[in-house]
């Protein structure tokens, strides 16, 4: 049994875990880049933060009844009041989040964070909680970029943050149907690592997988980089339950029904509204016997996009499914490390081969295709994608840049604290929408945020890859940064509105996978319409009629019932 002090966290003031960032020195073309293209040198040292002694936190507003109460329900070891703890449960990490961290900027924090082991003590917090007319944030790895975990700076009543850290086992797999009874507080690695002593994965794997829950997947409709073979969490997830106010919401775990709305996918993507995600019922697979991902290049980014789509509705059914724009490719060859040797011979004959070819370099986009399953299979694979890559006049380069595309897949966000220490803002958005709106999207989406750029005066980039492959279409996956001035986040909301209107004005939606939280609400009733919106208002009212349930995200803020 994991007590909460063996509970890990994230630095409150970045990404992932302390003693671990990113450098840029063995990457002798990252620095010219970056100067060249936002302006920024990031040769200088970074600034330094803000002490966590120097933080202005409030002092916690929980009545002595609350904590006594707590206490009970949970044990008094795993029941904090303590400013660090506080502070790492106030934010997620979204670029906003970082910025107001860095500055000391904390409204409101949670007055108590509480950590039970298991279902029946999530019952008797959300009691104490109903009892004492708090509030309730749930907490799982706090990856969260979407301020789906911020306090409303409004809210008067005592606030809890109900850290789901120790409850991160799986409690049981049905080996003949293939599904796994798994604690919603359970973080990527040891979702898998349980799992793998058994011979079985689970086949989701975010960005944030390091640092991510089970149980935050499911909050915030998920996706991960080989949903392309094990679908989204929403396909994944076969039942839930869930601690609401009055009762603990039970799903079966069934391979489809008929029982009207689906109370299932209500709990998808509901951020904490709907209660307290204590159990996960997902489809597991037996771990595969061999697993590749290759490398590929395509002449333009429409070859790439078309060559996608092509895979899509062919025979094929890869793992991995990603090709980068011509900027995102320039960025990514920017982060190798130095090539030496052989390797480095290779890199220069195949650039002049390119040339020789007619390509122009400076359009060309890399790819990732990932297969997975028998050997035979992945072989049969490979061929139907060889072809359909030939097709379009792209290109395979072999294993080693998947190998280095497995090797950081996790290590972006790192990039993103560097650039921060040194005065750069860097964020992304994702979207999807249909295969024929991608090109129009895209091309819409990069003019508006490079008038966002000459608006506030900076020299910015945008750059994108398309992810996750559908039938109908895919996600595009939006990275921009640029070198900031005074205020920050004035600037960033410039360029961040940009981009996310842009995906309104395309028929897109305000997020693929992020979520909508507090940062994308502003645009909910242009992408579900208003009705959507008041149905989800009705939902939310229904089940949680005192707004005692992480109030203020997905739809506003609204003055508690009487």
């Not at 900076?458 to 492959?469: A, D, E, F, K, N």
């Amino acid at each position: 049994m994991t007590g909460s002090e063996n509970v890990s966290h994230m630095k409150w003031w970045g990404w992932g875990v302390e003693g671990v960032a990113f450098d840029h020195r063995d990457k002798p073309a990252l620095a010219p880049f970056v100067l060249a293209n936002v302006g920024l040198d990031i040769d200088r040292p970074g600034r330094p933060r803000k002490d966590f002694a120097d933080l202005a936190v409030q002092d916690p507003l929980a009545p002595p009844d609350l904590l006594t109460s707590l206490q009970k329900a949970v044990g008094p070891d795993h029941v904090h009041v303590d400013a660090m703890q506080r502070v790492v449960h106030t934010y997620g990490k979204s670029l906003r989040d970082l910025l107001r961290l860095r500055v000391g900027d904390l409204p409101r924090v949670p007055d108590v964070v509480v950590y039970p082991v298991d279902e029946q003590e999530v019952v008797a917090v959300l009691d104490a909680i109903l009892a004492a007319d708090a509030v309730l944030i749930p907490f799982g790895g706090g990856s969260n970029i979407a301020g789906s975990l911020e306090p409303s700076a409004q809210e008067a009543r005592p606030i809890v943050s109900l850290d789901t850290g120790r409850m991160n086992s799986v409690l049981d797999i049905d080996e003949q149907s293939g599904v796994a009874r798994i604690q919603a507080g359970a973080q990527g690695p040891a979702i898998e690592e349980q799992l793998g002593l058994r011979g079985w994965t689970l086949g989701h794997f975010p960005d944030s997988f390091t640092h991510s829950t089970l149980g935050g997947w499911v909050a915030t409709r998920s996706s991960g980089m080989q949903s392309d073979k094990y679908g989204d969490i929403a396909d994944i997830t076969r039942a839930v339950r869930v601690v609401q106010p009055g009762g603990t919401l039970v799903t079966r775990p069934v391979p489809s029904t008929s029982t009207g709305p689906s109370v299932r996918e209500m709990v998808l993507g509901s951020e904490g509204r709907l209660g307290v995600i204590t159990e996960v019922t997902v489809q597991v697979h037996r771990i595969p016997q061999e697993r590749l991902i290759l490398g590929y290049l395509f002449p333009t980014w429409e070859d790439g996009l078309e060559a996608m789509r092509a895979i899509s509705e062919s025979d094929a059914a890869p793992s991995v499914t990603r090709v980068s724009d011509a900027r995102e490719t320039a960025f990514s060859f920017a982060t190798r490390k130095q090539s030496r040797g052989v390797q480095s011979l290779k890199s220069s004959a195949l650039r002049k081969m390119l040339t020789r070819k007619g390509w122009d370099l400076s359009s060309m986009c890399l790819s990732f295709i990932g297969y997975e399953g028998s050997s035979t299979h992945v072989a049969a694979q490979r061929k139907a994608v060889r072809s359909i890559v030939k097709k379009h006049g792209g290109l395979g380069i072999g294993r080693g840049p998947g190998e280095l595309y497995d090797q950081k897949k996790f290590d972006t966000p790192y990039i993103r604290d560097f650039l921060l220490d040194r005065g750069a803002v860097a964020d992304v958005s994702e979207t999807s929408a249909a295969w024929s709106e991608l090109l129009p999207l895209y091309r819409h989406t990069v003019r508006a945020a490079g008038q966002a750029f000459d608006r506030i005066g900076v020299q910015g980039w945008i750059m994108c890859h398309l992810s996750h492959s559908y039938h109908s279409g895919a996600c595009l996956y939006f990275t921009f940064a640029f070198k900031h001035g005074a205020d920050a986040i004035a600037q960033y909301d410039e360029v961040k509105v940009a981009v996310q209107q842009s995906f309104m004005d395309r028929m897109a939606t305000l997020s693929h996978h992020h979520a909508v939280g507090i940062e994308h609400a502003r645009w909910l009733a242009q992408d579900i319409s208003g009705p959507g919106v008041v149905m989800l208002e009705g939902v939310f009212a229904a089940v949680d009629p005192g707004q005692h349930l992480n109030p203020g995200t997905i739809v506003p803020w609204r003055e508690p019932r009487g």
